[in-house]
């Protein structure tokens, strides 16, 4: 038998079996078109919020806009705008500076760099408003991420070419799907209409406890929040020990609401990271040290889970990705490594304005991590030949193919392309 024919029969049997398997890969971008927030919302919303703190020698509350205070030094400091992400990791390097001045605190809480630096302006180590500031940004990111949530009808004429494209792709193969969104668009879309794992069974009412193995031996698609979900939280048990040899204090929890979910989050204490730094692995990871907080459950192993499934699955979906996590990149990268020719790659991106258009990503803006994983997967250091716009753009071998008119457009109009694409 020619070796075509052995390995459409060996495909066709992986599918048939469940082995072959298709993963997506979805970023904050792909939000927008279903009415998401961008993060230059989010960051306009989070600069917005004044900190309120009671102070008790004046016996009074006082508001001050100490986020903002932060975000506008970062913008001297760097003459760029910072987004809400940026923001947060400076107020967690703020509150580790502070305790590491802290000459009664115990070494595990005190970064090694604050041997070597102080500050002159007390005002940004105020331990109250450093703990305020945290709070309000994580509640105003969710805020915001709740009333897309809540606005998402996927059976609704704006939004149904989002989920009737994850309905038709999971009828064939079965999908790890992965995610950096806190939203669940994807499981609302599925949610009647086919099966899938997400690790997480019920518990009592209104509350599911993660559950490793289910994600782990589970044939069905999956899927896996990697920067948390406004759904998890820290339930309240009556019994505070009832887990306390099954889970650590950190693991998270799903809920069968964001109401409920986020009613658990605060006044609770978390863990530095191995370098005594202040990392709030909560319910939504955000801030620049994410690596750092992948440590409770589900992230552990929703991280391991697509790490793994970049190794076993030759298809790759990638949509809404900026390529701006030095983590993920590291491993996307390596798919024309891993799977060579067999690979079948969609990447889907936005080039607001085609007559922007040049073969040179740098003349377009693109990011230098974003072109350098093109030409990995196109095998190819000048990847892009035309002069002339062209959608999709397709690699000089078939196996990779970049669309570059937003997420709508490429499901909306080249959908079934795209299913069966990943599905050969």
């Given at each position: 038998?020619?070796?075509?024919?052995?390995?459409?029969?060996?495909?066709?049997?992986?599918?048939?079996?469940?082995?072959?398997?298709?993963?997506?890969?979805?970023?904050?971008?792909?939000?927008?078109?279903?009415?998401?927030?961008?993060?230059?919302?989010?960051?306009?919303?989070?600069?917005?919020?004044?900190?309120?703190?009671?102070?008790?020698?004046?016996?009074?509350?006082?508001?001050?806009?100490?986020?903002?205070?932060?975000?506008?030094?970062?913008?001297?400091?760097?003459?760029?705008?910072?987004?809400?992400?940026?923001?947060?990791?400076?107020?967690?390097?703020?509150?580790?500076?502070?305790?590491?001045?802290?000459?009664?605190?115990?070494?595990?809480?005190?970064?090694?760099?604050?041997?070597?630096?102080?500050?002159?302006?007390?005002?940004?180590?105020?331990?109250?408003?450093?703990?305020?500031?945290?709070?309000?940004?994580?509640?105003?990111?969710?805020?915001?991420?709740?009333?897309?949530?809540?606005?998402?009808?996927?059976?609704?004429?704006?939004?149904?070419?989002?989920?009737?494209?994850?309905?038709?792709?999971?009828?064939?193969?079965?999908?790890?799907?992965?995610?950096?969104?806190?939203?669940?668009?994807?499981?609302?879309?599925?949610?009647?209409?086919?099966?899938?794992?997400?690790?997480?069974?019920?518990?009592?009412?209104?509350?599911?406890?993660?559950?490793?193995?289910?994600?782990?031996?589970?044939?069905?698609?999956?899927?896996?929040?990697?920067?948390?979900?406004?759904?998890?939280?820290?339930?309240?048990?009556?019994?505070?020990?009832?887990?306390?040899?099954?889970?650590?204090?950190?693991?998270?929890?799903?809920?069968?609401?964001?109401?409920?979910?986020?009613?658990?989050?605060?006044?609770?204490?978390?863990?530095?990271?191995?370098?005594?730094?202040?990392?709030?692995?909560?319910?939504?990871?955000?801030?620049?040290?994410?690596?750092?907080?992948?440590?409770?459950?589900?992230?552990?192993?929703?991280?391991?889970?697509?790490?793994?499934?970049?190794?076993?699955?030759?298809?790759?979906?990638?949509?809404?990705?900026?390529?701006?996590?030095?983590?993920?990149?590291?491993?996307?990268?390596?798919?024309?490594?891993?799977?060579?020719?067999?690979r079948r790659i969609i990447?889907?991106?936005?080039?607001?304005?085609?007559?922007?258009?040049?073969?040179?990503?740098?003349?377009?803006?693109w990011s230098t991590p974003?072109?350098?994983?093109?030409?990995?997967?196109?095998?190819d250091n000048r990847p892009?030949?035309?002069?002339?716009?062209?959608?999709?753009?397709?690699?000089?071998?078939?196996?990779?193919?970049?669309?570059?008119?937003?997420?709508?457009?490429?499901?909306?109009?080249?959908?079934?392309?795209?299913?069966?694409?990943?599905?050969?």
């Amino acid at each position: 038998m020619p070796y075509d024919g052995l390995f459409k029969l060996l495909h066709y049997i992986y599918v048939r079996k469940g082995i072959m398997r298709v993963t997506a890969f979805i970023g904050a971008g792909a939000c927008i078109d279903i009415d998401g927030p961008s993060t230059a919302c989010i960051t306009k919303k989070v600069r917005s919020v004044q900190q309120e703190i009671f102070v008790p020698p004046l016996k009074q509350t006082i508001t001050k806009p100490f986020i903002e205070a932060v975000a506008l030094h970062l913008e001297t400091f760097w003459r760029d705008e910072p987004n809400f992400e940026d923001i947060f990791h400076a107020i967690e390097m703020l509150d580790s500076c502070r305790v590491g001045w802290d000459i009664t605190a115990a070494k595990q809480f005190r970064p090694a760099l604050s041997a070597f630096v102080g500050t002159t302006d007390k005002s940004y180590f105020n331990v109250d408003m450093l703990i305020v500031a945290k709070k309000d940004l994580i509640s105003t990111v969710a805020k915001q991420v709740a009333a897309h949530d809540s606005a998402f009808n996927p059976n609704s004429s704006k939004h149904y070419w989002y989920s009737a494209f994850w309905r038709q792709a999971t009828k064939r193969p079965p999908w790890d799907i992965v995610t950096t969104n806190y939203d669940m668009c994807i499981e609302k879309s599925l949610d009647g209409h086919i099966e899938y794992e997400d690790g997480f069974e019920n518990l009592e009412d209104g509350v599911y406890s993660f559950r490793p193995r289910n994600i782990l031996n589970s044939n069905k698609t999956k899927i896996m929040h990697l920067h948390g979900s406004i759904y998890y939280g820290y339930p309240k048990f009556t019994d505070p020990n009832r887990y306390i040899y099954e889970y650590d204090h950190e693991d998270l929890y799903k809920f069968n609401s964001y109401a409920n979910a986020q009613k658990t989050w605060f006044n609770m204490s978390h863990r530095n990271s191995q370098a005594g730094e202040k990392t709030i692995a909560g319910p939504i990871i955000t801030g620049l040290r994410k690596t750092d907080k992948l440590l409770p459950y589900p992230y552990n192993t929703y991280n391991a889970c697509f790490a793994k499934s970049l190794m076993e699955n030759s298809r790759l979906l990638i949509a809404g990705y900026s390529f701006g996590d030095l983590h993920f990149n590291s491993w996307l990268g390596k798919m024309a490594n891993i799977h060579g020719n067999n690979r079948r790659i969609i990447v889907i991106s936005y080039l607001d304005d085609p007559n922007r258009w040049h073969p040179v990503p740098s003349v377009m803006g693109w990011s230098t991590p974003m072109y350098e994983f093109m030409a990995k997967v196109f095998k190819d250091n000048r990847p892009f030949k035309s002069y002339v716009f062209e959608n999709p753009v397709i690699s000089a071998d078939g196996n990779v193919q970049l669309y570059l008119r937003g997420l709508r457009d490429a499901l909306e109009n080249h959908g079934e392309e795209i299913i069966d694409f990943l599905s050969s």
